[in-house]
């Protein structure tokens, strides 16, 4: 019998959380926590606990298929493959590459970004390449890339147990980053204070000193009056402002706008309150914002993230341990697939499209023929709506479920519908690849090598721990598979080592990240440009990447969509700790399902009341965009007029009413607002 | 201790008594508990941190219904293969158990009622030891200070089983922790106080000391102070210490459990 332990990164939040895998004889048997990794020191989160279960599901799928009249049949891969390339040679040779889109996955790993954005650019020859990013921190990647030239976590997860004060906000983070919460918890105990500013009373409520609960979709508003009364009180950094900032002059002139009087009239947070929060955040020592989805998903994602960037200049809590802002990233390796150029605008390292230098050096690198085009590509949102429109032809998903998880689900389908041939590649037959021509098996994060980037730009190895089930391929060698047929030379990798070595010559943030040096030191955080550089702990000390900070004015600007007499409560949704994204992977885990089998809305008792609606009772929600009827959960954690529904399940899909009004910048749908009404329907579901 | 460990080990799997050696194993600078099965590999071998290693003995054997393994044992494990055996868990006749004793700081992290096994294989154990009283502090309390103090430390619980998970005792298939007829489902924190009753009351009798519980808790929940509390009510109640005398017998151990 043969034994072992196979240590790896976990698929689900962006913690990083590191873990063994029991394997006994080829099988994997169990999770094992490892006790001496950084990020989880031998704790796990239950879906750590459970991240075996979705691999061994029965639905998984081990063959390609391929769609004939209307039903899949079990197919090779040269006939998969086959197909892929006559159709997209022949969509290239009529329409051209502007026709063609690539969703890469924030699942997958930071080898196969690469793979995805190096096939969309240097074999179709187009920059339509995004993934899910731009529907979780595309506004993060935008904003502080603006305010500091990095758009990533500033500091690192272990300093979060020695802040002396959180600003905590739009961040559920007992529930969606369980290992950043219990040190949270820990630096309690140890003496920090905690602002949390959300509207629901979320499980971190129970010890946050102040909790402000602002009516959603007011953060630049009560961001902005917060510094108000620093500015005002005297309190602000000034010798970081004069040293490290720039533009701070015309950024103060809009604050002082926003008198806590004006704050209270646009949030409902009561003036008092805003103003112990201001003193309590700006008098810290060490003083760090933690932000998530809260922030991002708004019309004003980018204006909410650059307030946020703002508040730290202003206090000075920049380039220091345990200070910083620091927006946690929801997926695995989402920070990584942003880093390794999965976006429309960059390549690896998030050196600009629009640099001809740039395009010189990567049509050089794959050695290209075509050019690569100039202007930025089209973002996720736009590609489905190019597809609405037929302009967009033929798009290539790979782990990617938009049919659960971009806004207004009807549009999403009639996009996929309307397209001339969608390629999915996935471990199941999502929802989105029911819509699919061909559906290529791809491999778990137990079937393959590869690394992922943590939220804390922390590069991390996943390492094989059993063999592909049945005929699936990892993901990387189906990438170079799809290339080599399209007539590509460029795709030949013995192993994902030998794409890391290729990206680390071509992307200089990650320049000096090795597969030695990973096995060696345990992870790196980028910037890593050499060989010889240690990783990098924390951002801007002692100086911005871009040089200096920049202060940016932002005024208050209504969410896209307000309650009114037909609509008349806020719907805002969001994740739970037991289930992960659109489910596909922890809806068939049995320990996962069973705790939360399916979805629910919040409401609060008054008006559940008011409408006869008791606690389990079948209501159904609408807006503007759709209709779903989902049980009721009757609680306090949401505040009156205000309604919240988990997105991950398909039988009462959030997103058949979600908003998909974009931030002009980002283009990140509004997720956390929108109007809707509620009805009881008068059954127990 | 470790070099002399592993001379003893290469003997033994020498021997051929043995298909392989539950231990330790450093890879890469980290341990991971591992099957050795070739006596060049024991350089590899190593001794700390700790892991649950009753529960890879367990694992190990079910796997294999034949093969005989040695187990390098700290005196928490033996406690742990000692109490499993008694509920049919594991078969001691198809393990070897190589003992190893802990130094002064591991026992006193741990607070370790024993910190030695029954036969100390290599190393020498600790002479004059007093654990820690960890529920010293919480005897003191009020009632109220009480209900105060677990109301805040049960607040933080992220129900993620893990002092389940990480329990070498806790081996039950079906796990009334996930009975919603005891505790609501999908809510966090979990009802107070019953999921954290349902498991310290599940332990009694069982609860070996071992500390696997509260280290594998993100939340840092004192977990052994309640553990502890039982394994004193067990000792003052029916006399009886889990984990020790292989054939004292379990006041509480029914055989509705064996089923």
């Avoid at chain 1, 750590?48 to 639905?59: C, L, M, P, Q, T």
């Avoid at chain 2, 890469?28 to 099957?35: F, S, T």
Wanted: aromatic fraction near 8%.
């Amino acid at each position: 019998m043969k034994y072992d332990n196979i240590l790896t990164t976990c698929p689900f939040c962006g913690c990083g959380c590191k873990y063994y895998i029991q394997v006994v004889d080829g099988v994997a048997k169990s999770v094992l926590p490892c006790k001496e990794d950084p990020i989880s020191e031998g704790h796990l989160c239950i879906k750590g606990w459970n991240a075996i279960d979705f691999v061994y599901s029965k639905e998984r799928l081990t063959t390609p298929l391929i769609k004939e009249n209307g039903a899949f049949r079990e197919a090779t891969w040269d006939e998969a493959y086959g197909l892929i390339a006559s159709k997209f040679k022949e969509i290239k040779a009529r329409d051209g590459a502007k026709a063609f889109g690539f969703f890469s996955s924030a699942k997958t790993t930071n080898e196969e970004n690469y793979l995805m954005q190096k096939l969309a650019r240097g074999v179709i020859v187009t920059n339509n390449v995004d993934h899910c990013a731009r529907l979780c921190h595309a506004s993060t990647v935008a904003g502080l890339a603006a305010s500091f030239g990095s758009g990533a976590m500033t500091n690192s997860i272990p300093e979060v147990e020695d802040v002396d004060c959180f600003l905590i906000t739009g961040s559920n983070t007992t529930e969606q980053h369980p290992l950043i919460g219990s040190r949270i918890y820990k630096a309690k105990e140890k003496g920090a204070k905690v602002i949390l500013v959300d509207p629901r009373s979320i499980q971190l409520a129970s010890i946050a000193d102040i909790h402000l609960r602002q009516k959603p979709g007011t953060d630049v508003a009560w961001l902005n009056g917060l510094m108000h009364v620093i500015i005002k009180e005297g309190i602000a950094d000034e010798e970081f402002i004069e040293q490290r900032t720039e533009n701070y002059g015309e950024f103060k002139a809009e604050v002082m706008k926003y008198t806590p009087e004006r704050v209270e009239e646009i949030t409902g947070i009561p003036k008092a309150d805003l103003i112990a929060a201001a003193r309590m955040f700006a008098n810290a020592e060490a003083a760090s914002i933690i932000y998530s989805m809260g922030i991002t998903q708004h019309t004003t994602g980018v204006d909410n993230v650059k307030s946020c960037a703002n508040l730290a200049m202003l206090t000075g809590n920049l380039g220091k341990p345990s200070t910083g802002v620091n927006p946690l990233r929801g997926q695995n390796n989402v920070q990584g697939a942003c880093d390794l150029g999965a976006l429309p605008n960059v390549f690896p390292g998030y050196q600009a499209v629009t640099v001809p230098e740039n395009r010189e050096k990567f049509e050089k690198a794959w050695n290209m023929a075509e050019h690569i085009p100039e202007s930025i590509g089209l973002t996720v949102v736009e590609m489905l709506n190019a597809a609405h429109d037929g302009a967009l032809k033929c798009l290539y998903i790979m782990g990617e479920n938009p049919m659960i998880s971009d806004p207004d689900i009807t549009h999403v389908r009639e996009a996929l519908d309307a397209l001339e041939f969608l390629v999915v590649q996935d471990l199941f037959i999502t929802e989105t690849a029911e819509h699919a021509d061909v559906i290529l098996p791809g491999t778990s994060f137990l079937e393959k090598d590869g690394t992922f980037t943590g939220t804390d730009r922390r590069v991390q190895r996943i390492r094989k721990a059993i063999e592909p089930l049945g005929n699936a391929r990892p993901d990387w060698e189906i990438l170079c598979d799809v290339a080599k047929h399209l007539g590509s030379d460029q795709f030949v990798y013995a192993s994902p080592k030998e794409i890391q070595d290729e990206v680390a010559s071509l992307t200089p943030l990650y320049g000096g990240v090795t597969y030695e040096r990973l096995d060696k030191e345990g992870y790196l955080q980028w910037p890593c440009p050499n060989a010889e550089h240690p990783g990098t702990v924390f951002l801007h000390n002692g100086k911005f990447s871009r040089g200096l900070g920049h202060f940016f004015p932002v005024s208050y600007k209504p969410p896209a969509e307000e309650p009114d007499k037909d609509y008349p409560f806020i719907l805002t949704t969001g994740r739970i700790l037991f289930h992960f994204h659109t489910g596909t992977m922890t809806r068939c885990s049995p320990k996962l399902n069973k705790e939360v089998p399916t979805g629910y809305v919040e409401i609060h008792p008054s008006d559940a009341e008011a409408m006869g609606i008791a606690d389990g009772d079948l209501v159904q929600v609408s807006t503007r965009r759709g209709t779903i009827q989902i049980p009721a959960y009757v609680t306090r954690k949401v505040p009156e007029k205000t309604v919240f529904i988990p997105f991950h399940f398909k039988e009462c899909a959030a997103n058949m009413l979600t908003n998909p009004a974009l931030d002009p910048i980002a283009k990140i749908p509004e997720f956390k607002v929108c109007a809707c009404k509620v009805e009881a329907l008068g059954e127990s579901s | 201790m470790e070099q002399e460990l592993k001379a003893h080990l290469k003997k033994l799997m020498a021997s051929g008594d043995v298909a392989g050696i539950i231990a330790l194993k450093s890879e890469r600078g980290m341990a991971k508990p591992y099957l050795f099965a070739d006596a060049s590999e024991l350089e590899c071998l190593c001794l700390t941190p700790k892991y649950p290693m009753a529960s890879v003995a367990r694992l190990l054997l079910d796997e294999d219904g034949a093969a005989r393994f040695a187990i390098v044992c700290r005196g928490c494990d033996e406690r742990a293969l000692r109490e499993l055996a008694k509920r049919h868990q594991v078969d001691l006749d198809r393990l070897v158990i190589v003992g190893i004793p802990c130094d002064e700081e591991m026992a006193r992290e741990c607070a370790c009622p024993e910190p030695f096994p029954s036969v100390v294989a290599v190393g020498t154990k600790l002479e004059q030891w007093e654990a820690e009283d960890i529920g010293a502090a919480y005897r003191a309390m009020e009632l109220d200070e009480k209900l105060a103090f677990w109301k805040h430390q049960l607040e933080k619980c992220n129900k993620c089983y893990g002092c389940r998970n990480a329990c070498p005792m806790c081996f039950c298939k079906d796990c009334e922790l996930e009975n919603a007829l005891w505790v609501k489902h999908g809510r966090l924190p979990p009802e107070f106080p019953i999921y954290h009753m349902i498991r310290a009351f599940h332990l009694a009798g069982k609860c070996i000391a071992c500390g696997e519980c509260q280290r594998a808790c993100p939340s840092d929940i004192p977990l052994m102070v309640l553990n502890t509390l039982l394994r004193e009510d067990m000792e003052e109640l029916f006399g009886y210490v889990s984990g020790t005398g292989a054939d004292a017998e379990n006041p509480l151990y029914t055989k509705e459990e064996m089923q």
